[in-house]
C-alpha cells in the first residue's frame, strides 16, 4: 500500500517561495514516477511537475518552468516541489501522486488518469 502525505501549503504573497513535502508512508519497494498536480477554485486538476524513479529526469508544466522544481529524497521517501516567484494563479490544491505504471509516452505522465495514488492535498494561497 502507498500512501502519500503532504504539508507545506499555506499563504504568501506574489514572489515569494513555498516548499511542499510528499511522504510515502507506505511501502517503499515499489519503484514510483512521483508528480505533482493541482486544481485551482472551479478549474480541472493540472500537471505540475514529475519526476522518475532515480531521479534523473524531471518534466515540468510550462506555466511553471524555471519557476518550480521537484528535488527527491529517495533515502527518506520524499518527493518535494520548490516553488519560487510565486504567483497569483498558483493559487490552488497541490496534490502529490504516484504511479508504478511504466508509460512509453512521456505525455501519459502528465495525466491524472495515469496515476493510481494520491495524497489529500494541501492549499496554496497567494495573495498579490
Known amino acids: 500500500q502507498i500512501q502519500l502525505v503532504e504539508s507545506g501549503g499555506g499563504m504568501v504573497q506574489a514572489g515569494d517561495s513555498l516548499r511542499l513535502s510528499c511522504a510515502n508512508s507506505?511501502?517503499?519497494?515499489?519503484?514510483?514516477?512521483m508528480a505533482w498536480f493541482r486544481q485551482g477554485p472551479g478549474k480541472e486538476r493540472d500537471f505540475v511537475a514529475a519526476i522518475s524513479w532515480i531521479g534523473g529526469d524531471a518534466a515540468y508544466a510550462d506555466s511553471v518552468k524555471g519557476r518550480f522544481t521537484i528535488p527527491r529524497d529517495m533515502a527518506k521517501n520524499m518527493v518535494y516541489l520548490q516553488m519560487n516567484s510565486l504567483k497569483s494563479e498558483d493559487t490552488a490544491v497541490y496534490y502529490c501522486?504516484?504511479?508504478?505504471?511504466?508509460?512509453?509516452?512521456?505525455?501519459?505522465?502528465?495525466?491524472?488518469?495515469?496515476?493510481?495514488?494520491w495524497g489529500q492535498g494541501t492549499q496554496v494561497t497567494v495573495s498579490s
Open positions: 507506505g511501502r517503499t519497494d515499489v519503484r514510483l514516477t
Open positions: 501522486a504516484a504511479t508504478s505504471q511504466t508509460y512509453y509516452d512521456a505525455d501519459d505522465y502528465r495525466a491524472v488518469r495515469s496515476y493510481e495514488y
